[in-house]
């Protein structure tokens, strides 16, 4: 009797995972095109990053600047497998990943800040680093772009840094189009 039991409890379970083999495959794929750039500017409060004050003065070393590569994405394609045997809808999951095509990519990214005292340019573009790493942006973007969409970044050096200052950040796409993200006043001690 038990060994019944046992095979009608192993043929019920081969009938479900059959369902789920054949109801598996669902599949997407997005194009996704870049379409612009934000930013805020940030200090670390702990380890927790927190958005300043614009009226209230801080340290050069703890301006930390996040950078948000902004998307848009849509469905170029999706693919389902389609069958005449009845699937059970809780067993339908999708097998493959998504698949994500990038129409555009950053080529190059400039930073520039301007001194609100006397309205000069400095381009620092080289002395922003990206947290965790000491590879300028200018570098690390375009050699990881696209997929990674949120930077955090840190000056490297800061003793050419007036005391106020707003900054332009521009990324040359690989189709010739520019975005950029320019921040509010930043007051330093």
């Given amino acids: 009797m038990k060994?019944?039991?046992m095979k009608i409890k192993n043929i019920i379970?081969?009938?479900?995972?059959?369902?789920?083999?054949?109801?598996?495959?669902?599949?997407?794929?997005?194009?996704?095109t870049?379409?612009?750039l934000e930013s805020r500017v940030l200090i670390f409060d702990g380890n927790n990053p927190v958005e300043i004050d614009e009226?209230?003065?801080?340290?050069?070393?703890?301006l930390v600047i996040e950078l948000l590569i902004t998307e848009f994405e849509s469905i170029a394609s999706s693919e389902q497998i389609k069958t005449d045997v009845k699937v059970l809808k809780a067993a339908v999951v999708p097998c493959g990943d998504d698949e994500f095509i990038y129409s555009n990519k950053i080529e190059s990214v400039k930073v520039e800040l301007l001194n609100l005292n006397n309205s000069e340019r400095i381009d620092i573009t080289n002395q922003l680093v990206v947290l965790g790493t000491a590879e300028p942006i200018s570098e690390y973007i375009p050699s990881n772009s696209p997929g990674t969409r949120d930077y955090l970044m840190k000056l490297s050096d800061t003793s050419n840094i007036p005391n106020q200052i707003d900054y332009l950040i521009e990324a040359?796409?690989?189709d010739g189009s520019k975005i950029s993200s320019t921040g509010g006043t930043i007051n330093f001690n």
């Fill in 13 to 32: 379970t081969l009938m479900l995972l059959a369902q789920l083999i054949i109801g598996c495959c669902n599949t997407n794929t997005y194009e996704v």
């Fill in 34 to 36: 870049i379409s612009g």
């Fill in 3 to 5: 060994k019944k039991k």
């Fill in 55 to 62: 009226q209230a003065p801080i340290n050069k070393e703890d």
């Fill in 172 to 174: 040359t796409l690989n």
